[in-house]
């Protein structure tokens, strides 16, 4: 394939000087027109990959000796929104074309995020175990209420994977994968302003575990028609 100069005119949009070690994180969209980058101690370069060149600096604060690591990022490319978090716990959603900062929530701790294919639902998984599932709000979807919560104090979440329905979920955690199915995905209205108190809890037990599968599962992905769950592992399955 094509090798592609994807820091040219950098300095020219962002005002800033091109980054001389390479980005701690990035992210390529679905639809592969755009790419998320995290550099130490910057924000967060959205790059335009049909003309190869940075698209916006998405700041957190008005200073970049305030930005800490990212620890995940997902494009809703439904909503062209991109949802990011950090080290301190907080998940912030931007908008990819302005690079507006549309939304915050703090204590979220979320190690590994995915959006729903049609674009509704946003899942977050955090090093202590719990799933949390949002909803995006607002017609134009530039804001979350969080609907749901699964907490656990098992291993923490490793990777969050969606059918292609939208209707099911799956997480590794440990060595071990999980199906998700919770009702709330099937649809609601929720109200914008709706905090974790409110949200429904489902907490998982030590016999979930026990009859969990012992496959040393490290990997996901759902097939496009949503029929098949591909895993793998150190055993190669």
């Known amino acids: 394939g094509d090798t592609r100069p994807w820091t040219q005119r950098f300095q020219e949009v962002t005002g800033q000087t091109k980054p001389t070690y ?3 994180m990035a992210l390529l969209s679905n639809d592969g027109s755009y790419l998320a980058t995290s550099f130490r101690g910057r924000p967060v370069y959205v790059f335009d990959m049909t003309t190869s060149s940075p698209l916006r600096a998405c700041y957190r604060h008005d200073t970049m000796a305030r930005e800490y690591a990212v620890d995940g990022m997902a494009f809703n490319r439904n909503r062209d929104v991109l949802i990011v978090s950090y080290g301190d716990g907080e998940l912030v959603v931007y908008d990819v074309c302005t690079a507006e900062l549309c939304y915050r929530r703090q204590y979220i701790h979320a190690h590994t995020l995915a959006c729903s294919r049609d674009g509704r639902i946003l899942v977050t998984g955090s090093s202590r175990g719990t799933i949390s ?3 995006f709000t607002w017609n134009q979807g ?5 609907i749901h919560r699964i907490d656990s104090s098992e291993d923490g979440i490793r990777g969050i994977s969606f059918s292609a329905d939208s209707l099911q979920f799956a997480d590794i955690r440990g060595s071990q994968c999980r199906v998700w199915g919770p009702e709330i995905l099937i649809g609601g209205v929720y109200d914008d302003d709706s905090d974790s108190s409110q949200a429904r809890a489902l907490e998982t037990t ?3 575990a026990e009859q969990a599968a012992k496959a040393q599962i490290t990997a996901i992905c759902s097939h496009a028609d949503g029929r098949y769950l591909f895993c793998g592992g ?3 399955m």
């Open 22 to 24: 390479p980005p701690a």
């Open 133 to 135: 599932i949002f909803e």
């Open 142 to 146: 530039t804001s979350i209420a969080l």
């Open 206 to 208: 030590s016999r979930d």
């Open 234 to 236: 150190k055993m190669d």
